[in-house]
């Protein structure tokens, strides 16, 4: 093989509520913000490197100790990104699960807990080496490891960073494929070594499973590759693309142009096909990439950029928090106290098919139902009305908490994005909704929140208000 051997230098994801998963990262992990871009996410050069024809995005970046490496969120606002499988398991085919390292295990988790988020089974492990393994917003799988010596980045804002990535693990249906595969991008054999053994299975909810796999380094990072005996993993939709919710890819990097050639032309040479030639940039950044696909359908990026102010500016770094673009940019929030219990106002906030009553529109009904639950996450609803016709989605509920809903047709908004919090408050309940999305005309998102502000108001004091308050329980 050719000598270069590249780090693993970025885990992608594709995210539903790119502000919910983000506060995640940060304030439950510990990673720290690197800036993000709207504008360079939504050119049609981007969508043609992913293979994702009419793509816009939101993406933001976030890094952690490991030096040179980032996380990439990524909020499609075209395509709409589909929704995680609801029956999602860690031997299902495709990017399935990461491992962070944390130095303080015991702060993380209670963060992580202050954030709704638990651990799916018991610690495992001794002092000073536990790990669970818990979901994020987005359904990933994400092991936390208890590690003490995290890796050492260059940048003293990173080295104090409590979480570094430590693993990426990939379920797959052809084990020798795959080790083939990622051998031609990592520029060498699999270790002698298992970064997981059968017992650590029941840590994310497989209990019994038998699996064979094989394990690259790429730079800090540990590749998995990992193929169930059983439960044999169902393989991706039919439809799905890498735009859907969930990991994304991973990217393998270079600081130079030559190296990233080399790598290019050794996934080339095994088969793999690129959505489109290598893109290399002849002003700033100085830097290159392409995605590139083997024949079981994963995606990596192969991806260049010189050393200096352009990875600062890049996602390689630390920056603060507003240096960066904002997904949405309005938001409306509107209180009402009922005069009735949280049970009552929970089912009547569930009912769809009775929405029409309270809400505004005229006709509301169930076009899709919901992958477990009728009413619940994967539902969508038409509503018609005077002011148009929108369709919204189910992201995510918890009972008798919150409900988080995106409209996915006829909004005049982009990234429109919905949150209802119920809490009992003596008898009564206290039902808060916030509504967030941008503008599709530059300058009018600030007189469309005003607009959207009364009619929230009004639709809680005047419709679910009184109808909670009337209705038999």
């Known amino acids: 093989m050719n000598s270069y051997q590249p780090p693993l230098n970025q885990v992608a994801f594709s995210v539903i509520d790119l502000r919910l998963t983000d506060q995640w990262f940060r304030e439950g992990l510990g990673f720290l913000p690197a800036g993000g871009s709207r504008i360079m996410a939504s050119l049609p050069l981007t969508a043609r490197v992913q293979g994702v024809p009419g793509a816009a995005t939101t993406m933001w970046w976030l890094v952690g100790g490991n030096a040179g490496f980032q996380l990439e969120l990524f909020q499609y606002r075209r395509p709409i990104a589909k929704l995680m499988p609801a029956d999602f398991r860690p031997c299902d085919i495709g990017y399935t699960r990461i491992g962070v390292s944390v130095r303080d295990f015991d702060a993380t988790l209670a963060r992580l807990a202050a954030l709704g988020t638990k651990p799916l089974a018991p610690a495992q492990g001794n002092p000073g080496e536990r790990r669970v393994c818990v979901r994020n917003p987005d359904g990933v799988y994400v092991e936390i490891i208890e590690c003490h010596a995290l890796p050492q980045s260059p940048d003293a804002e990173q080295t104090s960073c409590s979480a570094s990535l430590h693993s990426v693990t990939v379920s797959t249906a052809d084990l020798a494929s795959s080790v083939a595969y990622f051998a031609a991008v990592c520029g060498k054999e699999p270790e002698e070594f298992r970064l997981h053994t059968a017992e650590h299975e029941s840590l994310w909810g497989l209990d019994g499973a038998l699996a064979d796999s094989a394990v690259f380094k790429a730079g800090d990072v540990w590749l998995e590759v990992v193929q169930y005996r059983t439960p044999i993993g169902k393989p991706w939709p039919k439809d799905y693309r890498i735009c859907d919710q969930g990991i994304l890819n991973i990217a393998f990097g270079a600081d130079n142009k030559r190296d990233f050639l080399q790598v290019y032309e050794r996934t080339s040479a095994f088969g793999a096909m690129p959505n489109c030639a290598p893109v290399h940039l002849p002003f700033k950044p100085k830097a290159g990439v392409v995605y590139v696909n083997d024949r079981l359908g994963f995606s990596v990026e192969l991806v260049w950029m010189a050393p200096g102010k352009d990875k600062l500016e890049w996602g390689w770094h630390p920056l603060p928090i507003n240096a960066r673009p904002d997904t949405d940019n309005q938001r409306a929030v509107a209180k009402v106290r009922i005069d009735a219990p949280l049970d009552k106002v929970w089912a009547v906030l569930n009912d769809q098919e009775r929405m029409s009553k309270w809400i505004g529109f005229d006709q509301v009904r169930v076009v899709r139902a919901g992958s477990i639950v009728r ?76 607009a959207l502000q009364r009619m929230l108001g009004k639709m809680l004091g005047h419709g679910l208000k009184p109808y909670a308050e009337r209705i038999e329980a």
């Not at 005077?386 to 982009?414: A, N």
């Open 375 to 450: 009413d619940g996450v994967g539902a969508e609803r038409h509503m018609t009305g005077s002011v148009g016709q929108v369709v919204e989605q189910i992201t995510e509920v918890i009972p008798q908490q919150s409900i988080r809903y995106r409209v996915i047709e006829g909004s005049p908004f982009v990234d429109h994005q919905g949150h209802i919090l119920v809490a009992s408050e003596g008898g009564q309940t206290e039902v808060t909704w916030t509504i967030r999305f941008r503008a599709k005309v530059p300058f009018a998102g600030a007189p469309l929140r005003f």
